[in-house]
Every structure is written in C-alpha cells, then in structure tokens.
C-alpha cells in the first residue's frame, strides 16, 4: 500500500519538482498540496506556473491548494515534504510535527539544530537517528528531517569519499544555476551576460553543513567533522546544475587515479531514487559540465572530473542538479529512508 503524502509549498520551483518525482513514485501517494494564500482555494493547474519540463500530472492539475496549515490536511496523510521559503518553514513545520507529522524538509531552518537530522542517504543515513533526541527533547510526536542546501549536497559526497584519504581543509568555488533562487529569486536584467559573485547566506551553509553530514554520530549527537571549509559563491547564467571547483587538502597523499577510484567506488544504496552509481567519474578533464551532466542518474547522481595533484592534496570539478539531487529528489530520497527505517 502506497503512503500518503503531502506537498508544502507545492507551487515554487522545488515543489514543481517535488511533484515531477513524487506521481509516477511507487511507494508513495500525493494527497494534498499546500502554498500561500495567494494560492489557496485554486486548482493546482492554475495556481502553479508549470515551468518543468513534463506535463502537470493528471492526478495532480485538479487538486485544490490548501492552506499551509495542520488543520487543512486531510486525515490520512503520513509524510510531508516541505519546499516552503526558510522563514515560513521556521514558522510552520513545527506546528506539523506536533501534531504528529513527518516532514522531510528543504528549508535551511533547524539544518544546524543539534536534535534535527541533516541526512543524504548514502553519506550518513545513521543520523536518521536523532529523531529518538528530537522527541525526547522536543516532546515531538512527528520528526523533522532535512536535506542540505543544493550547493552542500553537490560535493559532500565527494569529500565523503576523500575522507578515507585523511580530509584536513577544503576550499570551493561554485558556479550556481538560476534555478536555485527560486522563481522569483534572479531577474533576467541582473543575470543574463553577468556573474554575480554572493549569494546570501550560501557560504556559510557550505562551510557548517558538510561538517555536520561528514560528522559522526554516537546516538546521542553528532561530532562535527574537524576538517576546515571555506567557500565562494557566485550565481551564473545556467538554467540547472551546480558546478563546483573544490581544492581538498588531505593529510594523504594519494594519485588522481587513486582519487577518481575512491569516488566511483563509493557505494549508493538501495533505495528508489538513489542512483545505482552515486559518483561519476570522468577522464574527460573538460566534464562534468551543467548542460551534459546534470540528468546523470536521472538528475540523482553527482559527476566529478579534472583531477589535479597539489602541494596539499587534490583539485577537481564537481556538479549536481540542484532541484533534483539538490533538493527535491534529496527530500523524497529521505521520506523513502524514513519509511525503510520504519518512521512512517
Ligand atoms: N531552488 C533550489 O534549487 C533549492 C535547493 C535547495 C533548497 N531550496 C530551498 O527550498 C525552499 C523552496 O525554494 P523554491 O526555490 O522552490 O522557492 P519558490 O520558487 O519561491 O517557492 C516557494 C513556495 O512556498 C510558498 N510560500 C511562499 N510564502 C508562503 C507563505 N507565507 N505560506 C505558505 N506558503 C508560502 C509559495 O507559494 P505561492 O506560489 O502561493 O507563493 C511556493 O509554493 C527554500 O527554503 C529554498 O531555500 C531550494
């Protein structure tokens, strides 16, 4: 029997998406969709600008848009996906889980919270764990799991790999889709023919939430990972796909080839969306590329390329999609965990 599910935020680029990958989904149903009040009362059709690239799903054009609200959701849904602005999400999604919601979340609010599991699957599937801390603490009946920002996402598994290696300090540079402001986020005027160099906020994500989904959990918190992270952010004119340059430092010192091994080695797991090889790897120094590279795995897979020996370890290009891998096939791939671990 397939779990019912709902959308928050179904209408922005990330809920599009999130409803791209969640009506043809196996395990799960979609029930009820929910955005602002600019939209609710409408039909999903005519609330949301369809901007993906597949049609709006039948089951899903008719749904009447609800409230972002507990008591707007029918009675038998189980699992929630929010892909709701941070300071909504800060504001809302506890009021779900106290009502005994699941939600598997996009939104940065609580990533860095010691009790909130920050989880990709394949990199630390264990942290799942800190919800049994989350309840205690919180006097939770629902839980509250997030996915990493997208530029995060799109090179921890990467690092995770290197870490056999010994990872002591890593520097980054990405080169970010338009797709990752949201609808409304880039105008055309600031961004065709021109690079903005800051993204709000964005650098200190990077620098603070790989440590945490690199870090160790005991069962009762997670040890950061010490290695050192600093990062530069810069928006480019690309539709989808987060390209990263990443410098890692490693108290090793092993050979590109070593390195390329390491990462297409490293295992995916068995759930639905996960890709069946997580990192691929080229020998082309001129791949990935966004436009080539970002379906890879159906849009869930990271690609990696260009390595480099340095002084103090390895350089090399990464890249992933960021509303498929970066966020909404992130979260769905965490509601599919929660369900195998038995949350649902
Ligand atoms: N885009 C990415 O690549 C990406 C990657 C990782 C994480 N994220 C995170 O995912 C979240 C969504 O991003 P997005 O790019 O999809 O944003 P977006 O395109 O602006 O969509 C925002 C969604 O939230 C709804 N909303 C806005 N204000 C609301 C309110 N006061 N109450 C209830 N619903 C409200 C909107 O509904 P209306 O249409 O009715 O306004 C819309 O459905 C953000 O937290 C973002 O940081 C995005």
């Known amino acids: 029997m397939s779990t019912r599910v709902g959308v928050l935020g179904a209408t922005g680029a990330v809920g599009q998406r999130l409803i791209q990958l969640l009506a043809p989904h196996p395990e799960f149903e979609i029930a009820t969709l929910t955005a602002s009040e600019n939209s609710a009362g409408k039909p999903y059709r005519e609330a949301a600008k369809w901007r993906v690239n597949t049609p709006i799903p039948d089951a899903v054009a008719d749904i009447t848009v609800v409230d972002t609200d507990p008591s707007a959701m029918p009675n038998d849904v189980d699992l929630l996906f929010s892909s ?67 530029s995060t996402i799109t090179m921890v598994p990467t690092l995770a790999a290197l870490d056999e290696f010994g990872l002591e300090r890593v520097h980054v540079a990405t080169l970010q889709a338009v797709s990752g402001a949201g609808y409304s986020g880039v105008t055309s005027m600031e961004i065709i023919d021109n690079v903005l160099p800051h993204i709000g906020g964005e650098a200190p994500k990077m620098e603070t939430e790989s440590r945490k989904l690199l870090g160790e959990f005991d069962g009762a918190a997670v040890t950061h990972h010490d290695a050192e992270v600093s990062a530069s952010t810069n928006r480019v004119p690309t539709l989808d796909g987060h390209l990263e340059n990443v410098w890692a430092d490693l108290t090793d010192s092993p050979t590109t080839e070593e390195v390329a091994v390491a990462m297409e080695a490293f295992p995916s797991i068995d759930l639905h969306s996960s890709p069946e090889q997580l990192i691929v790897v080229f020998d082309d120094p001129a791949r990935p590329q966004p436009r080539m590279d970002r379906m890879l795995g159906g849009g869930m897979s ?43």
């Open 84 to 150: 709701l602005p941070s300071n909504v999400g800060a504001r809302v999604e506890p009021t779900f889980v106290e009502e005994g919601y699941i939600v598997s979340s996009n939104s940065s609010n609580g990533r860095m919270d010691d009790d909130i599991p920050l989880t990709i699957p394949e990199v630390n599937p264990d942290h799942l764990g800190l919800i049994e801390v989350q309840r205690d603490e919180r006097g939770w009946d629902g839980a509250l799991v997030k996915n990493p920002n997208c």
């Open 302 to 344: 990271v690609s990696a390329g260009g390595f480099r020996e340095t002084p103090h370890g390895v350089q090399y290009n990464c890249l992933a999609h960021n509303t498929i891998r970066g966020a909404a096939g992130a979260s769905v791939l965490n509601g599919e965990l929660l369900s195998r671990e038995g949350y649902l």
